[in-house]
């Protein structure tokens, strides 16, 4: 079964319109039932970790997983509200078998989805997800999964769970540093982060104000959060913040706004991170994971700090798997996704900002002179909605017209066609 003929997973778990089409309460049930089944546990029963983000359509999964899960004997802890990262801290800490998110990440609250991570820590990689693919499609195997009686599964909740992920986060900053001092203006998307965030950044020392932390069900990404940075840009120039952090629905990704109310993407924070980094010679093999979507500008300043850079197909599981073969500990995407190996398995927005806070209170720069590193490039990015996604190889006119374009570039830019693996 090859890429092209998965049902469920696409590039980053499994995501569509709630309730419709392959985001059921049927498929919900049915992954609870696989991820109870296929992994092997270090438990008299295996072990499921359950966290989701704050789409009303949440509670919806999480009960399914639940009863899919205790329906072939697995034992599932649920998390309620929890970052996408810190789901994934918890599953390894915990010893758990296998995480599970419900989140739809960036998206608007009338889609959710389900990712997956691995007892280490880490997204399951694609022979893992295929799998559970061919045991949901494998009756047999399913109906010799189901437990009865006393063997059915029991479900637990974790009332500290955010607490733990909370205290870890403090950790990653400097013991000899605090905020003390600083004004930041937090837009949280009315998302997994809203509680969790602002409490870092004030027990750390910083004067926080706030926006999308009132979720409701429906208002998650909802001209907020990391999609949405002129808002937070006019309440860091409202307030007088030193700088905006912004961060999406499941808080795995980070936008930040300087003092000036000027947007920093990834691909800047990525640059300003890996500069300081190799100054402390803290960056693996002065080496910078990034995606084919990366502006040529990032190119053009790490190879002014004699930073090598290593490409990947877009997503941050392929960042990491890139990352951990290769031994690098910092990658990332323009779109925010920071990844520090030696702190995460996963991007986390969070963490991404204390690292850049750190290194502003470290070097008493404002975030603007730190994303000078950086010149971004003229980039436009276009989204064309389709209907169907034949290999791009397959249309005569389209490879045309990509090459007349790298032609005309000669070689000073790049040209990137792809289909989304989310939408």
Do not use: W
Not at 122 to 129: A, C, F
Not at 404 to 419: F, H, I, N
């Amino acid at each position: 079964m090859g890429k092209d003929k998965r049902r469920y997973f696409g590039t980053d778990g499994i995501r569509g319109k709630a309730n419709a089409g392959v985001m059921t309460v049927e498929t919900a049930v049915e992954i609870g039932r696989a991820v109870g089944s296929v992994f092997t546990s270090r438990h008299e029963r295996p072990r499921v970790l359950i966290g989701k983000d704050t789409r009303r359509s949440g509670y919806l999964f999480e009960m399914a997983l639940v009863s899919g899960a205790c329906s072939v004997g697995a034992e599932p802890y649920v998390m309620g509200p929890l970052p996408t990262p810190g789901i994934a801290f918890l599953t390894k800490g915990m010893r758990a078998d296998v995480g599970v998110v419900i989140s739809a990440s960036h998206n608007s609250f009338e889609d959710n989805g389900i990712k997956l991570f691995g007892p280490d820590g880490y997204k399951l990689p694609d022979e893992v997800e295929l799998q559970i693919e061919r045991f949901i499609d494998d009756q047999k195997a399913v109906d010799a999964a189901i437990k009865v009686g006393a063997d059915i599964g029991r479900a637990y909740r974790i009332d500290d769970a955010r607490g733990r992920y909370l205290t870890y986060l403090k950790t990653t900053f400097p013991n000899d540093l605090t905020l003390d001092g600083m004004k930041i203006a937090l837009d949280c998307a009315n998302g997994a982060a809203y509680r969790i965030a602002p409490t870092v950044l004030e027990e750390l020392g910083a004067e926080v104000v706030t926006r999308g932390v009132s979720p409701n069900g429906l208002n998650i990404n909802d001209g907020c959060g990391a999609m949405h940075p002129r808002k937070l840009a006019a309440l860091v120039l409202q307030t007088g913040a030193d700088l905006g952090i912004a961060l999406d629905g499941d808080a795995d990704r980070l936008i930040m706004v300087d003092e000036a109310g000027q947007q920093v993407d990834g691909d800047q924070i990525l640059a300003l991170t890996a500069t300081r980094m190799k100054r402390d010679n803290q960056l693996a093999q002065n080496t910078l994971v990034v995606t084919v979507m990366s502006n040529y500008g990032l190119e053009m300043a790490m190879a002014s700090q004699g930073i090598s850079l290593v490409r990947t197909q877009v997503g941050d599981r392929y960042v990491v798997e890139a990352m951990r073969k290769g031994s690098y500990n910092l990658g990332g995407e323009q779109s925010g996704h920071i990844v520090h190996l030696d702190h995460s398995t996963t991007g986390d927005g969070t963490l991404a900002a204390l690292r850049v806070l750190a290194i502003m209170q470290r070097e008493q720069r404002p975030l603007s002179d730190l994303a000078r590193v950086m010149q971004p490039a003229p980039q436009t990015l276009i989204n064309v909605r389709v209907s169907a996604k034949p290999e791009l190889s397959t249309m005569p006119d389209v490879t045309q017209a990509i090459a007349d374009a790298e032609s005309a570039l000669a070689g000073k830019g790049r040209v990137l066609v792809r289909y989304s693996g989310t939408e």
